[in-house]
């Protein structure tokens, strides 16, 4: 059972922080905390957190207040 245990955290993703959409290019927004939270529920990660934060980014720029 330890060495399933352990097998497992070695899969685990890597927690995706404010300071990882910065280093991607992203402007910070009010829209951070929850592109954030969402992508490390989904466990995004190359490609496909990419494409996630590409629309949330497009969609918070054009959004009226």
């Given at each position: 059972?330890?060495?399933?245990?352990?097998?497992?955290?070695?899969?685990?993703?890597k927690k995706?922080?404010?300071?990882?959409?910065?280093?991607?290019?992203?402007?910070?927004?009010?829209?951070?905390?929850?592109?954030?939270?969402?992508?490390?529920?989904?466990?995004?990660e190359g490609?496909?957190?990419?494409?996630?934060?590409?629309?949330?980014?497009?969609?918070a720029q054009?959004?009226?207040?």
């Amino acid at each position: 059972n330890v060495n399933k245990t352990k097998h497992k955290k070695d899969y685990k993703m890597k927690k995706i922080t404010g300071k990882t959409l910065v280093a991607l290019g992203y402007k910070p927004g009010k829209w951070f905390g929850a592109a954030i939270e969402e992508a490390n529920r989904l466990n995004l990660e190359g490609d496909a957190l990419k494409v996630y934060l590409d629309d949330l980014d497009f969609a918070a720029q054009i959004k009226v207040s």
